[in-house]
């Protein structure tokens, strides 16, 4: 390439929303700004009688759009030069999933009515929200009587925080609001088809990585048959039965052009390739260098765990507990994995919000003392499971659990405690992959909350046993939109003809990996092993499991640490 080309990619995230600004020839990060979501509590709307409800105002996402990328663009006239953003080739999408809203015949958000504008079920359903619990078991014991081939591309349980649990939940507790409901779309397909000028549902471009993982897509037969809808709730089968079928498309493809009013709106050109949404996690993956062997471990609010499976081979066996197997959802042709755990970074966040800020002790405190003990020197061992748990037991009933306490026990013995438990969370998940067949190598990191905290990603490797890269890019969800921006673009217009093209270009990681010591070795791996049986005690996968030991057994250990620090 010669000239600098510049694509936007665009992150739609849990709590806010940014815009990146990159040179299509190395991914370089030319400007970017973030755009925090405006309304209720860090933009999601609560409520105190349903912990398990999680909302937002989709307004808040055309405010940060407008936002977030007006402001990076006035960031790029000032690094390159007012004529820089004519050099744009490409805008790439990344939305959290499944975040549905109920859009009229214009896919105008219901909310944007005077008559729904505080109507919860009009909101967009946040993918943290589990209120849909009841239906997906729903769909999951039907599903494994009459489509368990379904069933297995996602691992083997359907979600309460997927797109159909969420309809059918929609449908039933407001049939008011769902009347006045042209259809029921994805953020990210929303966004795309807001840029795109998309006048109504049945003109908007869909992608497969939502559709696939989280809307109960099938690659081959497409979605559920009127036959199961029916058996499931009339309800849900009326529904798709007015609707006209639709079908998804690959990570990567374009899926339209800026349209007149957006360009407009945005100070850009009109007519710039859009691609496709993907999920915000996969586009992380994506612009983390993911690729076969290799992990992208995407940590954030919550954990995301991508891997490919060869683009020449059969899928992979059903994996228990998976977030779906899905081709064409991270890499074009091949095989997509996802998993994940439904808090990391929100469980810290909590933990000092609740109990640590009110006496001026933050992360950072926290984190310098842990860094002083040695494995099992706390006494502590939790389970994770703070949001419920997303892989590998797919329950959100499931709830923490702190074993260990005593009088003398300190707040930064808990918070490492916390970190080492979601370490062996995700210890959890990459054995499950690996049993299944699927190579796992290498494991590169990204997110923010791999970018706050050395110590957290030291434990990891310490726990994984194996050394752990980070991401080049401190924005790698935004990154991952940027390149697929560069290959919606194509070779002509000075972008890519392949993602992997792309990310040879455009990706990379740091110097020095963290690497595993071998001194705390022995002493992680009793502490995982004691993990597992409170996992598989709590899940339900071992009833009878006898827990009688594991408080001493903690306690040897909090004696044989201390002494070796000592």
């Given at each position: 390439?010669?000239?600098?080309?510049y694509?936007?990619?665009?992150?739609?995230?849990?709590?806010?929303?940014?815009?990146l600004?990159?040179?299509?020839?190395d991914?370089?990060?030319?400007?970017?700004?973030?755009?925090?979501?405006?309304?209720?509590?860090?933009?999601?709307?609560?409520?105190t009688?349903?912990?398990?409800?999680?909302?937002?105002?989709?307004?808040?996402?055309?405010?940060?759009?407008?936002?977030?990328?007006?402001?990076?663009?006035e960031?790029?006239?000032?690094?390159?030069?007012?004529?820089?953003?004519?050099?744009?080739?490409?805008?790439?999408?990344?939305?959290?999933?499944?975040?549905?809203?109920?859009?009229?015949?214009?896919?105008?958000?219901?909310?944007?009515?005077?008559?729904?504008?505080?109507?919860?079920?009009?909101?967009a359903?946040?993918?943290?929200?589990?209120?849909?619990?009841?239906?997906?078991?729903e769909?999951?014991?039907?599903?494994?009587?009459?489509?368990?081939?379904y069933?297995?591309?996602?691992?083997?349980?359907?979600?309460?925080?997927?797109?159909?649990?969420k309809?059918l939940?929609?449908?039933?507790?407001?049939?008011?609001?769902?009347?006045?409901?042209?259809?029921?779309?994805?953020?990210?397909?929303?966004?795309?088809?807001?840029?795109?000028?998309?006048?109504?549902?049945?003109?908007?471009p869909?992608?497969?990585?939502?559709?696939?993982?989280?809307?109960f897509?099938?690659?081959?037969?497409?979605?559920?048959p009127?036959?199961?809808?029916?058996?499931?709730?009339?309800l849900?089968?009326?529904?798709?039965a007015?609707?006209?079928?639709t079908?998804?498309?690959?990570?990567?493809?374009r899926?339209?052009t800026?349209?007149?009013?957006?360009?407009?709106?945005?100070?850009?050109?009109?007519?710039?390739?859009?691609?496709?949404?993907?999920?915000?996690?996969?586009?992380?993956?994506?612009?983390?260098?993911?690729?076969?062997?290799?992990?992208?471990?995407?940590?954030?609010?919550?954990?995301c765990?991508?891997?490919?499976?060869?683009?020449?081979?059969?899928?992979?066996?059903?994996?228990?507990?998976?977030?779906?197997?899905?081709?064409?959802?991270?890499?074009?042709?091949?095989?997509?994995l996802?998993?994940?755990?439904?808090?990391?970074?929100?469980?810290?966040?909590?933990?000092?919000?609740?109990?640590?800020?009110?006496?001026?002790?933050?992360?950072?405190?926290?984190?310098?003392?842990?860094?002083?003990?040695e494995?099992?020197?706390?006494?502590?061992?939790?389970?994770?499971?703070?949001?419920?748990?997303?892989?590998?037991?797919?329950?959100?009933?499931?709830?923490?659990?702190?074993?260990?306490?005593?009088?003398?026990t300190?707040?930064?013995?808990?918070?490492?405690?916390?970190l080492?438990?979601?370490?062996?969370?995700a210890?959890?998940?990459?054995?499950?992959?690996?049993?299944?067949?699927?190579?796992?190598?290498?494991?590169?990191?990204?997110?923010?909350?791999?970018?706050?905290n050395?110590?957290l990603?030291q434990?990891?490797?310490?726990v994984?046993?194996?050394?752990?890269?980070?991401s080049?890019?401190?924005?790698?969800?935004?990154?991952?939109?940027?390149?697929?921006?560069?290959?919606?673009?194509?070779?002509?217009?000075?972008?890519?003809?392949?993602?992997?093209?792309?990310?040879?270009?455009?990706?990379g990681?740091?110097?020095?990996?963290?690497?595993?010591?071998?001194?705390?070795?022995?002493?992680?791996?009793?502490?995982?092993?004691?993990?597992?049986?409170?996992?598989?005690?709590?899940?339900?996968?071992?009833?009878?499991a006898?827990?009688?030991?594991v408080?001493?057994?903690?306690?040897?250990l909090?004696?044989?640490?201390?002494?070796?620090?000592?």
């Amino acid at each position: 390439m010669g000239s600098s080309r510049y694509c936007l990619g665009l992150d739609y995230g849990t709590n806010t929303a940014r815009a990146l600004i990159v040179d299509a020839r190395d991914g370089a990060e030319i400007a970017g700004a973030v755009a925090p979501y405006p309304s209720a509590e860090e933009g999601i709307f609560t409520d105190t009688s349903d912990p398990l409800l999680a909302r937002q105002n989709p307004l808040d996402y055309e405010v940060t759009l407008l936002s977030a990328t007006r402001k990076a663009l006035e960031h790029l006239d000032e690094s390159v030069g007012p004529g820089a953003r004519e050099t744009i080739i490409g805008i790439g999408i990344g939305a959290t999933a499944s975040t549905p809203i109920a859009v009229d015949e214009e896919l105008r958000p219901l909310a944007r009515q005077e008559n729904f504008k505080d109507d919860p079920a009009a909101m967009a359903w946040l993918w943290k929200d589990h209120t849909a619990h009841g239906e997906a078991d729903e769909i999951t014991r039907l599903a494994s009587d009459q489509l368990p081939h379904y069933l297995e591309r996602c691992g083997g349980t359907y979600s309460s925080e997927w797109s159909l649990a969420k309809l059918l939940r929609f449908l039933r507790t407001a049939p008011e609001t769902a009347a006045a409901a042209a259809d029921w779309v994805e953020l990210g397909d929303y966004l795309c088809g807001t840029l795109t000028g998309c006048g109504s549902p049945a003109e908007l471009p869909r992608n497969v990585c939502a559709a696939g993982h989280k809307g109960f897509y099938h690659d081959q037969e497409g979605p559920p048959p009127a036959e199961f809808l029916e058996a499931l709730d009339p309800l849900l089968s009326n529904w798709f039965a007015a609707r006209p079928a639709t079908t998804p498309q690959a990570a990567g493809s374009r899926g339209g052009t800026l349209c007149g009013a957006w360009a407009k709106k945005l100070g850009l050109p009109e007519g710039i390739p859009v691609s496709i949404a993907a999920i915000d996690a996969h586009v992380g993956a994506v612009g983390a260098g993911v690729r076969v062997g290799r992990l992208a471990k995407v940590m954030g609010t919550s954990g995301c765990d991508m891997a490919v499976h060869p683009a020449d081979s059969n899928p992979p066996p059903s994996i228990a507990g998976l977030c779906g197997i899905v081709r064409h959802s991270i890499l074009p042709g091949a095989w997509g994995l996802e998993a994940g755990q439904s808090a990391l970074g929100d469980i810290f966040g909590w933990f000092v919000r609740e109990f640590t800020a009110a006496a001026g002790v933050g992360h950072e405190d926290l984190t310098r003392q842990a860094e002083a003990l040695e494995p099992g020197q706390s006494g502590l061992l939790a389970l994770d499971w703070n949001n419920g748990n997303r892989s590998i037991l797919a329950d959100p009933r499931l709830t923490g659990l702190l074993l260990g306490q005593t009088l003398q026990t300190r707040p930064f013995e808990v918070y490492r405690a916390l970190l080492e438990a979601t370490a062996f969370g995700a210890r959890t998940i990459i054995e499950q992959i690996r049993a299944s067949g699927v190579a796992v190598d290498e494991i590169v990191v990204c997110g923010g909350i791999a970018e706050k905290n050395p110590l957290l990603l030291q434990i990891y490797a310490d726990v994984l046993g194996m050394p752990l890269g980070l991401s080049a890019s401190e924005q790698t969800c935004a990154l991952g939109a940027a390149i697929f921006a560069a290959v919606a673009a194509g070779p002509d217009s000075g972008g890519y003809g392949t993602v992997e093209e792309a990310q040879q270009a455009m990706t990379g990681t740091r110097e020095g990996p963290y690497e595993p010591r071998a001194s705390g070795r022995e002493s992680y791996d009793e502490l995982y092993s004691l993990y597992s049986r409170l996992h598989d005690a709590f899940g339900g996968v071992n009833r009878e499991a006898d827990l009688g030991d594991v408080m001493k057994n903690l306690s040897t250990l909090r004696e044989r640490a201390g002494q070796a620090s000592s």
